[in-house]
């Protein structure tokens, strides 16, 4: 049951499939139980031991053992920076990293394409869903690099959440007309340029029903591996694109907003609410009011654009000055402002329907 390179054994049942090992490396996963050993040899389609490929019953994935940083064909995990990711030159061609397999699975689950893996041996087991997922969708030539987890330690930097990383490619952006078709509240957030807080406000929006998010010029990517993660992947369940300019930070006309993008989103019928303490702001009470009133009534608000300032500064005043309304959250022990993040859940959560 031997051959001349090595002998492969399944063990462990996930989700309905079985890892494949020899000695200590991963190499493929069975879609089936086997009875006993098989030789390479003798499965019905071919491994090659180099690339340590194994197929059985349709199934098929690469694990390619990585240990040193200068293998190049991990370099969008090791030597790109965010920007280089993007590829500014040619946005057609960038990529993103998702992290974890929370935030893979739903990448993928929305479409999005998968060049490459990179993934710590201890989480190969949990992650057969996945396997299989790209290997029905897009074929078994989709790499996947393992190693332990000092290893991708030392070639990362950084400790992977999960132990899990892929590489995908980017997507164009839709024009804010479509993201917003048939949306009645949105968010808007200027200049936002913490990614934790960015993945933190795409969570609630998805959380807590909001149509669509719109990021102006100069916001923090919400793609970022940072804020994708602690978005737990809902950027990709969520409508957002750019406003202000071409939906690309590259091409984006970072003078187009606040006053073009607010022109943009009073053409489309939206109320614009700038969310700031001002001398005539309304309360938080107030605009549940007018939202829930009859649609007669001269105040009431049908589609509603909230607006959420930098982190510090808070919202411009040239957008705070052509806003329909400013809105402050009501707060005690004298508190005059929240967290970008928990003040825009308060505010979804105050304004949903």
Request: aromatic share 6%.
């Amino acid at each position: 049951m031997m051959d001349d390179t090595f002998t492969i054994w399944t063990f462990r049942s996930v989700h309905g499939h079985h890892v494949c090992r020899t000695g200590r490396t991963v190499v493929g996963i069975l879609a089936y139980a086997t009875t006993g050993a098989l030789p390479i040899s003798e499965l019905p389609y071919p491994c090659h031991p180099n690339v340590r490929i194994c197929r059985k019953a349709g199934f098929a994935m690469q694990f390619i053992p990585i240990d040193s940083v200068d293998d190049e064909r991990i370099n969008a995990y090791v030597n790109l920076t965010e920007l280089q990711l993007r590829n500014k030159l040619e946005p057609s061609k960038g990529l993103f990293i998702a992290e974890s397999p929370k935030v893979i699975d739903r990448a993928l689950a929305a479409g999005r394409e998968p060049l490459s893996l990179l993934v710590e041996e201890q989480w190969i087991d949990g992650m057969g869903d996945e396997f299989a997922f790209i290997d029905e969708h897009w074929g078994p030539d989709i790499p996947v690099y393992i190693g332990s987890e000092a290893t991708l330690h030392k070639l990362t930097g950084y400790r992977l959440h999960r132990g899990a990383l892929a590489a995908m490619r980017r997507w164009p952006l839709p024009s804010v007309e479509d993201v917003c078709r048939n949306a009645t509240r949105v968010a808007v957030l200027e200049n936002v340029v913490d990614h934790t807080n960015v993945g933190a406000i795409m969570r609630s929006a998805a959380a807590l029903d909001v149509d669509a998010v719109l990021v102006t010029p100069s916001c923090a990517d919400p793609l970022y591996r940072r804020a994708a993660r602690v978005s737990m992947g809902t950027v990709f369940q969520v409508p957002w694109t750019r406003i202000g300019g071409e939906g690309d930070v590259r091409t984006a006309d970072k003078h187009a907003w606040p006053e073009a993008g607010l022109e943009q989103l009073h053409g489309l019928g939206f109320t614009t609410v700038a969310m700031a303490l001002t001398d005539d702001s309304i309360s938080m009470q107030e605009l549940e009011r007018r939202l829930r009133s009859d649609p007669l009534e001269r105040d009431h608000i049908d589609k509603l654009a909230l607006i959420f300032g930098t982190e510090g500064d808070g919202l411009s005043h040239t957008t705070i000055a052509h806003a329909d309304l400013t809105v402050k959250i009501p707060m005690s022990h004298g508190v005059d402002s929240l967290n970008v993040a928990a003040s825009s859940a308060v505010a979804f959560y105050a304004t949903r329907k």
